[in-house]
């Protein structure tokens, strides 16, 4: 069986660098993308291409990542065990219009990661997403995949693979692995206690983006972002998702810095206090770690390291911090 592909393979190592206040902020980042074709247990010869359409399965073998200075070894993890929610977006370009088929699944349905459908023979561009969102997202837009809705632009850990695949008769099923697009932000209350009239947390917060370019990975619009938390007893770790992007400053590419404001709310909905923290640096597939005493004041420390769970993070190259004021 062959399987003609033309699936977007990003660099094996991306470097960027942003600075703070003198301080460098180095992140090196290692991304796989794996596609692997296989053949059903059937007698191709025996399909029939009924109005041109064939049989297409495709399978979702899991959350696939590789460590940084280590491209040959990688960790790969039902997807299932890391997001509630896969779609997948099957595209067709007849001349000028472009056709979806949209396919959504929930991690409920005994047939989760397994996507089975009849497409029309001939070239496809195919994104398969995976994310623990309340909303589907939104495919409309082949070049742009939208996590947010009418009333807020909430974004969770996302997950992502795409290719164009030339389907014949003889394709039968795609194994996929899917790869992490996005990047958190976690602060760390080193406060001795919270005020016991604060009920929630509230992030708001602007420089990434909640739709994502799926042959590049990366962040295509400039988005306002919403994270509201309400406060379990002794919880002081909160953690908040975007996907990178990046602009042009000075005939130059960089990657865009967040700013975030963090508001502590009482039940009466009053604000509290309030943090600002500006030119926050996020690289996909890194952790911004921010700790400190939210309530007391004073500077909050930042720190990058690599994920957790997914990633082995002391096989990370080291953790770069910055100290914003």
Known sequence: MKNKLKGYLPSALKKASVFSKGHAFTAIIALSLTLFSSSCNRD???IEVSDGKVPLVINVNGISQSYSGMADTKAVVDVGEVCTNLSCAIYTTNGETTDKIQINQNSSEESFG????????????????????DKNPTMTN???ISFSNTTTLKTTDVFCWSAEVDVTAETGVIEVNLVRVTAMFRLVMTDSEIPSQVVSLNFRYTGGSAALNPSTGEGTTKSTQNEAFTIETGQKTFEVYTIPRFEEKDGE?????????????????NNVKERILEDVPVTKNWITRCSGEFFEGGCLEFSTIGFEGLQVEEDWEGIDDVLLN
């Open 44 to 46: 191709h010869s025996t």
């Open 253 to 269: 590419r960089v990657a865009s810095k967040l700013k975030i404001t963090i508001s502590a709310i009482d039940e009466y909905g």
């Open 142 to 144: 082949p070049e742009s």
């Open 114 to 133: 397994t996507v089975s459908t009849n497409i029309s023979v001939g070239l496809h561009k195919i994104v398969v997403v995976a994310h623990s969102g």
